[in-house]
């Protein structure tokens, strides 16, 4: 519960960062992007979560894989959360922007069961 709090808090700073440079749906992507990067290296959210190991053993792992590459608020929003120790957090902040990117651009996903294929111009609309 507490950590569903804090990742709606830090979900909220991002995007009304974002929300205010005009810059929702790229720093969305790049969530996402991070996200995705993450998700695919074994152990990683082990390795963020380990007390153990510094700080800044943690944000060298972040700035060699993402200095350069993001954008500056984004970047340094991932260094925010190795600093507090929130970046195992990540993926509720992605989530939770992403909800709230989609109702401030008043998109509304919806699953869709048909009982046959569609064609592509149906897909389309």
Do not use: C
Request: charged residues 30%.
């Amino acid at each position: 519960m507490l950590n569903l709090q804090l990742a709606r808090k830090y979900s909220r700073a991002i995007f009304e960062l974002a929300q205010d440079e005009g810059k929702l749906v790229p720093y969305g992507e790049e969530l996402a992007s991070v996200l995705k990067d993450l998700n695919s290296v074994p152990g990683v959210w082990g390795y963020f979560s380990n007390p153990e190991l510094s700080r800044d053993d943690k944000k060298a792992l972040v700035k060699k894989m993402y200095d350069g590459e993001l954008s500056t608020d984004v970047y340094h929003f991932l260094l925010l959360l190795v600093d507090k120790r929130r970046m195992t957090l990540l993926p509720a902040i992605v989530e939770q922007y992403e909800a709230l990117s989609n109702e401030a651009r008043h998109i509304i996903v919806a699953d869709v069961t048909t009982a046959r294929p569609l064609s592509a111009a149906q897909k389309d609309k």
